[in-house]
């Protein structure tokens, strides 16, 4: 039984996680994709939250990339209702002492690197969006997509 236990937690273990540096969406674009990036500011940690660059024009089927270059937590969040189009969930700073996922064996807090989010858009259309945490503190910004 103690075996079988074992064998269980070892194979739980080696396949349970994938040791990606990304929150939400890790999957790659495929090759060739437009990939426009997004960075998630702060003061050190304070206000002014914003995202950079906003407002941001792009060509449907261009991934946008955010990653969190501030010192606190933010999220990508799109105001559309009653379900978002994109949420990216708590997107940690670099050198967190939070892992994005609190089960994976390869994540050291204190080491982690920025937390990214990516969303494929494919319609067109003008999408809003916001930071959960930081939204009422003027964390908003636009995506307009083009043909």
């Known amino acids: 039984m103690r075996l079988c236990y074992g064998l269980l937690v070892v194979f739980l273990v080696a396949c349970g996680s994938d040791a990606t540096s990304s929150s939400g969406n890790s999957s790659p674009p495929p090759p060739g994709a437009t990939v426009v990036n997004v960075s998630l500011t702060d003061n050190s940690g304070t206000a002014p939250y914003a995202f950079s660059p906003t407002p941001l024009t792009i ?10 270059n501030g010192n606190a937590p933010h999220t990508s969040t799109s105001d559309a209702t009653p379900q978002p189009t994109w949420d990216s969930g708590t997107l940690n700073p670099a050198g967190s002492t939070m892992c994005a996922d609190p089960y994976d064996p390869y994540c050291t807090p204190g080491n982690t690197p920025a937390g990214t989010y990516q ?29």
């Not at 969303?119 to 083009?146: D, R």
Request: charged letters at 10%; proline letters at 3%; a positive charge.
């Open 59 to 68: 060509k449907v089927g261009t991934t946008v990339k955010w990653t969190n």
């Open 119 to 147: 969303f494929e858009f494919n319609t067109v259309g003008t999408y809003q969006y916001h930071c959960a945490l930081h939204g009422a503190q003027g964390m908003t910004g636009t995506i307009t997509v083009t043909p």
